[in-house]
């Protein structure tokens, strides 16, 4: 994350240059001697933080090197493309994909220097806010997917004023997304996030929960009412589910958009009305706009900016966290009690169909179980939620390797230990597939008879040794 040292207002960045008969780092920082950024040579003991990487050519040693000094994206780097340089046979997105945060073709002859800075300050921002307590004491997670959504939203909220769709499935977060963009957006003077779940608005009333109603405008309206788009004005409004909305309706709230004016049910008088306008769904709605469930003229007026709010499988390593921060929740003013191994590997290796919203509900569960003040153990797990798999049969039948090694990891295995469950996995996998049969398996792993008949002999010697125990 971009922090500065000495003063607030300079940026300590690095450069590092792949051609320095070209472009060396020291004629480079004589570019930013009127910026509020203070550049010095890259080394190992300083290559901590933002960074500035020169290159001619996109090769898979930049890459690599990206990949060690932007810390698995934590840290901001952008790449300098030397003049004269071609892109046309290269993969630029690559540079992206290993960790720089923007790509940059050198021209001496444009004020790249100003551009640079702006985008540091720019990142700096971001960061600064990604680490105050309204980020770090609400939106929990240090997961690449989780901080991934967190940048955009910083940046979507802060520095546009643009509608927002968020697309996730159940749980992941949409509604604190919302929040945040609200609590963030500097540029409205209504406190309030004005909330409507569109599964609950009635077309047959013309939607009266938008647009508000007048007095006898239909039976049951006994009195004047203000809809979602008066109390939101100045302010947030957030659609949830918005792909639940009736056509008819859409119509309407595209009208609202376009013309920024609105008219309660049962009146003529045309109303101002200005806000920033939040969209909730758990499905693309994209597939549905051939399908003529949601308008195109719709979708792309509020689909300025999209974001996916990742789900729980995708973020192993904020399980953890999110458990101790959920079990703060359960007992407040107390500090969580620590969790059992085989406790942690649960909560690591469980599905989660309802994502942070069920992981919520069952640490909310164990929590209600749990007595005095020793670790939670496995016999705190109601009885319902029990796995019924053992932990390597769920590895084998996960569906990603990444993801089932970052389970591992964090369940605190170590490197030796994953060589071994991967062995063993892989070994009886195939086992299985070829029923047992030593030479077949032997063959499709390319390994000899004796190293498998080996392998079995070890294992239960191993069991052996455990048993006698």
Same mark, same amino acid.
Not at 35 to 62: D, L, M, W
Not at 395 to 413: K, N, P, T
């Given at each position: 994350?971009?922090? %500065?040292?000495?003063?607030?207002?300079?940026?300590?960045?690095?450069?590092?240059?792949?051609?320095?008969?070209?472009?060396?780092?020291?004629? !480079?920082?004589?570019?930013?001697?009127?910026?509020?950024?203070?550049?010095?040579?890259?080394?190992?003991?300083?290559?901590?933080?933002?960074?500035?990487?020169? #290159?001619?050519?996109?090769?898979?040693?930049?890459?690599?090197?990206? *990949?060690?000094?932007?810390?698995?994206?934590?840290?901001?780097?952008?790449?300098?493309? %030397?003049? +004269?340089?071609?892109?046309?046979?290269?993969?630029?997105?690559?540079?992206?994909?290993?960790?720089?945060?923007?790509?940059?073709?050198?021209?001496?002859?444009?004020?790249?220097?100003?551009?640079?800075?702006?985008?540091?300050?720019?990142?700096?921002?971001?960061?600064?806010?990604?680490?105050?307590?309204?980020? $770090?004491?609400?939106?929990?997670?240090?997961?690449?997917?989780?901080?991934?959504?967190?940048?955009? /939203?910083?940046?979507?909220? *802060?520095?546009?004023?643009?509608?927002?769709?968020?697309?996730?499935?159940?749980? %992941?977060?949409?509604?604190?997304? @919302?929040?945040?963009?609200?609590? /963030?957006?500097?540029?409205?003077?209504?406190?309030?996030?004005?909330?409507?779940?569109?599964?609950?608005?009635?077309?047959?009333?013309?939607?009266?929960?938008?647009?508000?109603?007048?007095?006898?405008?239909?039976?049951?309206?006994?009195?004047?009412?203000?809809? @979602?788009?008066? !109390?939101?004005? +100045?302010?947030?409004?957030?659609?949830?589910?918005?792909?639940?909305?009736?056509?008819?309706?859409?119509?309407?709230?595209?009208?609202?958009? $376009?013309?920024?004016?609105?008219?309660? &049910?049962?009146?003529?008088?045309?109303?101002?009305?200005?806000? *920033? /306008?939040?969209?909730?769904?758990?499905?693309?709605?994209?597939?549905?706009?051939?399908?003529?469930?949601?308008?195109?003229?719709?979708?792309?007026?509020?689909?300025?900016?999209?974001?996916?709010?990742?789900?729980?499988?995708?973020?192993?390593?904020?399980?953890?966290?999110? &458990?101790?921060?959920?079990?703060?929740?359960?007992?407040?003013?107390?500090?969580?009690?620590?969790?059992?191994?085989?406790?942690?590997?649960?909560? /690591?290796?469980?599905?989660?169909?309802?994502?942070?919203?069920?992981?919520?509900?069952? &640490?909310?569960?164990?929590? #209600?179980?749990?007595?005095?003040?020793?670790?939670?153990?496995? +016999?705190?797990?109601?009885?319902?939620?029990?796995?019924?798999?053992?932990?390597?049969?769920?590895?084998?039948?996960?569906?990603?390797?990444?993801?089932?090694?970052?389970? @591992?990891?964090?369940? +605190?295995?170590?490197?030796?230990?994953?060589?071994?469950?991967?062995?063993?996995?892989?070994?009886?996998?195939?086992?299985?597939? $070829?029923?047992?049969?030593?030479?077949?398996?032997?063959?499709?792993?390319?390994? %000899?008879? *004796?190293?498998?008949?080996?392998?079995?002999?070890?294992?239960?010697?191993?069991? $052996?040794?455990?048993?006698?125990?």
């Amino acid at each position: 994350m971009i922090t %500065t040292t000495e003063s607030p207002e300079k940026i300590n960045v690095w450069l590092h240059s792949f051609c320095p008969q070209v472009l060396s780092p020291e004629d !480079l920082g004589l570019h930013f001697q009127n910026t509020f950024i203070r550049a010095q040579p890259y080394h190992p003991n300083n290559g901590r933080g933002p960074g500035i990487i020169v #290159a001619s050519e996109i090769t898979p040693q930049i890459c690599d090197f990206i *990949r060690a000094v932007s810390e698995d994206n934590n840290e901001r780097i952008l790449v300098l493309i %030397t003049e +004269g340089a071609s892109l046309g046979n290269s993969n630029p997105w690559q540079i992206l994909h290993a960790g720089a945060s923007d790509v940059l073709l050198w021209d001496q002859n444009s004020d790249l220097a100003s551009v640079m800075n702006a985008k540091f300050q720019r990142w700096r921002e971001i960061d600064e806010l990604m680490n105050s307590p309204l980020i $770090q004491n609400r939106l929990i997670g240090n997961s690449r997917a989780w901080k991934s959504a967190l940048c955009q /939203l910083i940046e979507i909220a *802060r520095f546009t004023d643009d509608p927002v769709v968020l697309i996730g499935e159940t749980g %992941t977060g949409k509604e604190l997304a @919302a929040r945040l963009i609200h609590n /963030l957006d500097l540029k409205r003077n209504n406190p309030d996030l004005i909330i409507l779940d569109c599964t609950t608005v009635m077309p047959d009333l013309s939607g009266s929960e938008l647009f508000g109603h007048e007095k006898g405008s239909f039976t049951g309206a006994v009195s004047s009412r203000d809809g @979602a788009f008066a !109390l939101a004005d +100045g302010g947030t409004l957030f659609l949830d589910e918005v792909g639940e909305l009736p056509l008819s309706l859409q119509v309407q709230l595209l009208r609202v958009l $376009q013309e920024h004016t609105y008219k309660r &049910v049962g009146s003529n008088v045309w109303h101002k009305v200005d806000f *920033r /306008l939040i969209c909730a769904t758990n499905r693309e709605l994209r597939n549905n706009l051939d399908l003529g469930q949601f308008r195109k003229d719709l979708y792309y007026r509020i689909a300025h900016w999209v974001v996916r709010m990742p789900p729980l499988r995708e973020r192993i390593e904020d399980i953890i966290p999110l &458990v101790e921060y959920f079990m703060r929740q359960a007992r407040p003013g107390k500090e969580p009690p620590q969790l059992d191994y085989k406790v942690q590997e649960y909560f /690591l290796t469980r599905e989660y169909p309802g994502n942070v919203r069920d992981l919520r509900s069952l &640490v909310f569960r164990i929590m #209600a179980r749990h007595l005095g003040s020793g670790p939670i153990t496995i +016999g705190d797990i109601p009885s319902d939620e029990r796995p019924i798999k053992t932990m390597g049969q769920q590895v084998q039948h996960d569906l990603s390797i990444e993801q089932s090694i970052r389970r @591992a990891v964090a369940s +605190g295995l170590g490197l030796k230990e994953i060589k071994r469950l991967v062995e063993d996995t892989t070994i009886r996998v195939v086992l299985e597939d $070829q029923a047992g049969n030593l030479q077949q398996a032997a063959r499709v792993l390319d390994v %000899t008879d *004796r190293t498998l008949q080996k392998h079995r002999a070890d294992q239960l010697r191993d069991l $052996q040794v455990t048993v006698n125990r």
